[in-house]
């Protein structure tokens, strides 16, 4: 049995209001959307996280776009019927080891698994993902400090069906 258990958040992981505002543009015409590792954000029909989290605010653009999970679960083991999502949003967790024996991220398949045939998939994490059933569309490049020192990439990735068309 699962624990429900609260988690402090690190204020700098929030999303600012236009990086909301990116991804609300990328999925307005989805209807059915699953953010997957959601942390506080409100964006999506289903928000899932492994855990409820408890944010401080301390800007006034803490406070647009907030929300809870809608659902606690693991994102390695999504507990979601396969390819029901028009779009889904990943923002994984850093320093998570996302390879299994096979070279792949078992919480990619799962999300995979979840899409729908020619659904959106945008990753939001510093590095891109690669497996045979998503085409790679677009990337933007996010700086995430004053310094321009680090950045997120927000990839886009289209679920393929296999056929030529997906990757010209």
């Known amino acids: ?11 700098l992981w929030a999303w600012t209001i236009p990086d909301s505002k990116l991804i609300l543009d990328l999925i307005k015409d989805k209807t059915y959307v699953i953010h997957v590792c959601s942390g506080v ?12 989290v408890k944010m401080k605010p301390t800007r006034p653009w803490h406070l647009k776009y907030r929300s809870h999970p809608n659902v606690i ?12 999502a028009d779009a889904i949003i990943y923002d994984p967790p850093y320093d998570f080891n996302f390879l299994n ?29 690669y497996h045979p059933a998503i ?27 296999g056929q030529i068309g997906d990757y010209v």
């Open 135 to 161: 085409v790679l569309k677009k990337i933007i490049p996010k700086a995430i400090n004053k310094n321009k020192s680090f950045c997120k990439l927000i990839s886009i990735y289209i679920k393929s069906n």
């Open 41 to 52: 954000s409100n964006i999506g029909n289903i928000r899932l996280d492994k855990c409820f």
């Open 101 to 129: 024996s096979n070279g792949y991220n078992k919480s990619i398949e799962e999300i995979i698994r979840v899409a729908k045939v020619g659904g959106m998939i945008i990753c939001i994490s510093p590095w891109l993902f």
């Open 73 to 84: 679960g693991d994102m390695n083991a999504l507990p979601l019927k396969s390819t029901v």
């Open 1 to 11: 049995m699962n624990t429900i258990k609260n988690y402090k958040f690190n204020v």
